[in-house]
């Protein structure tokens, strides 16, 4: 699982110093709705997300490391998708 805001390499800018790229939002692949697969990309910690949950309504939450939280998710619920919410 890729986590946005990770090290995705270094390059070389124009002068040839190196200088490290690091995964973006839109490095993460999403469909014609925004939402992204959980399993795949992770976004930043605590950046609020529409939450896709297996069974059940979507809720609002947020990763914290590798996990993910919020007001009402339980901890067996499974994150299918996420979508960060622009408010």
Partial sequence: ???IGSL???KLNANG???NEFYIYSDAHH???GWVDAKKFM???FDLCFLKIKDKK???G???GTVWDGLKLAKDDEILYWKRSKE
Avoid: A, F, L
């Fill in 8 to 10: 995705k390499g270094t």
């Fill in 62 to 64: 947020w990763s914290s």
């Fill in 31 to 33: 469909d014609e709705d």
């Fill in 58 to 60: 979507s809720r609002m």
């Fill in 17 to 19: 110093k190196e200088i």
């Fill in 1 to 3: 699982m890729i986590k």
């Fill in 43 to 45: 976004p930043i910690d």
